[in-house]
């Protein structure tokens, strides 16, 4: 039985024409994920389909976890065998779950299997994908070249050496760009030990003394300029809470004094160095055109027991919630555009919640003398909101309070190299979404307005935003 046919998750007549007359063959712009540089450069090739598909995705270890399979077999020292067991017995369970679809899609399109994986087959299709695998050589480029992908942004430490971006940026066998992005996180992480392990790590990477706020920011802009030597044009962060409080200079230089020691910071006081920080760095990026995304809302390593039992990435996170996210939010952008250092920046809340929250803020900072679209925008459904559910809320929200014909579309934001059928999910929403506001009436069926709309929410437009000259 084709569970994925030609015509799945699109509802009307229109949405079909949509996604195969425009989006269904347009590249894939994938400029947020967090595939290994390593991996690229060394055109990995898989032992097995457990290493590929189950080897770090923590979406699958959730569903396992919920059917109460045991640790062993999902990150534990099982064979690989019996974990991609444990995974086909879980997968008939998590209907209504994105799960479901996106296992079905990855066995289609990267394997050819229509037969829906479960826990009379797993062996069959255990056998089947391993075999393609080896006779095949399927390797990490393969996955990217045969998915039509153009670009592909990874996420960096701040201290990273970027070999292996030079690597493959040197190597004319592969047409792919592979450009970091700039992720600095751990300088934001006042009162923990990881800033105080941070400090020493960017020290070694360019020798630059951190001793005071000033020279923190200095080493970080330094860093910025090497990424950019290095193809970057890009930056990330991962805010678990969005905290705006205004500070001084020798504010921001106490609060480092006490944090680079190892002391704890008030929550005031800790929103005084974001404030700091992030003003600072709107500053390094405007001035090195770099664009800036915010991730905001995850509250993480939930599970005290497994976290120490396993690490970070593990499945143990979840939505986050605050008070003031708008006053927050407008608070720190505007930090940065009252000196005219507000650069581009999508805003990304884990809670769809603050969809509207962020929609709205991106709309309050759209002026600039660069003729740039939607240079602030809501960006895509992230993590738990890559679904129908979070698409469709994203989708209206955008739709709503700024323009979806500037929307710079999808990323995969993911570790596994055959997670490029989320575009695939993502477009034939989008183009659903389209579909029935058309026939409902609600948009003209003027086949040069749709056709803008919907290649441009599918690639060009982040071809434009992201500078992509290749």
Not at 15 to 32: C, E, G, S, T, V
Not at 434 to 454: S, T
């Amino acid at each position: 039985m084709s569970f994925i046919t030609d015509d799945f998750m699109l509802q009307t007549e229109t949405a079909k024409q949509l996604y195969h007359d425009y989006a269904k063959d347009m590249p894939i712009f994938d400029y947020h994920c967090h595939l290994s540089p390593q991996q690229i450069a060394e055109d990995h090739e898989f032992s097995d389909i457990t290493e590929l598909w189950l080897g770090g995705d923590h979406y699958k270890w959730r569903a396992e976890r919920a059917m109460g399979i045991e640790e062993k077999y999902i990150t534990g020292d099982a064979s690989a065998k019996e974990k991609f067991q444990a995974w086909a017995e879980t997968v008939p369970n998590t209907i209504g779950n994105p799960l479901y679809h996106w296992t079905a899609l990855e066995l289609k399109r990267f394997f050819g299997i229509d037969e829906l994986l479960n826990g009379d087959n797993w062996e069959e299709i255990y056998d089947q994908l391993n075999a393609k695998l080896k006779d095949e050589h399927l390797t990490a480029r393969k996955f990217i070249e045969g998915s039509n992908v153009k670009f592909i942004g990874t996420t960096d430490n701040p201290y990273d050496s970027l070999e292996y971006h030079k690597q493959i940026a040197e190597d004319d066998s592969f047409d792919v760009v592979v450009a970091p992005s700039f992720r600095p996180d751990e300088a934001f992480a006042v009162g923990e030990q990881k800033f105080v392990d941070f400090l020493p790590k960017m020290e070694k990477a360019n020798g630059i003394k951190i001793d005071s706020f000033a020279k923190l920011v200095e080493s970080l802009e330094d860093r910025v300029k090497f990424f950019k030597d290095h193809g970057a044009n890009v930056s990330d962060h991962g805010l678990g809470k969005l905290v705006f409080r205004p500070v001084t200079d020798d504010e921001a230089e106490a609060i480092f004094q006490k944090a680079a020691k190892g002391e704890a910071v008030s929550e005031d006081e800790y929103g005084q160095f974001q404030t700091a920080l992030i003003r600072e760095l709107g500053r390094i990026y405007t001035e090195n055109d770099f664009i800036m995304q915010i991730h905001f809302g995850a509250i993480r390593n939930n599970q005290e027991r497994l976290f120490k039992e396993i690490g970070p990435d593990a499945g143990l996170d979840s939505i986050n919630d605050q008070t003031n996210v708008a006053e927050n939010l407008n608070g720190l952008i505007n930090e940065m555009d009252k000196t005219n250092h507000l650069p581009k920046l999508i805003l990304y809340p884990l809670n769809p919640g603050y969809f509207d929250i962020a929609g709205t803020a991106a709309a309050n900072f759209q002026g600039n003398d660069q003729g740039i679209k939607s240079k602030v925008q809501l960006g895509s459904g992230w993590w738990f909101n890559d679904t129908k559910y979070g698409m469709l809320k994203q989708f209206k929200a955008l739709a709503e309070a700024g323009l979806l014909m500037n929307f710079v579309g999808m990323l995969t934001d993911s570790r596994s190299f055959i997670s490029y059928t989320r575009h695939e999910y993502f477009r034939r929403l989008f183009c659903d979404y389209i579909g029935g506001l058309v026939e409902q009436g609600e948009i003209p069926n003027d086949q040069a307005l749709l056709e803008k709309l919907i290649k441009n929410v599918s690639y060009d437009n982040a071809v434009e935003y992201f500078n992509f000259a290749k």
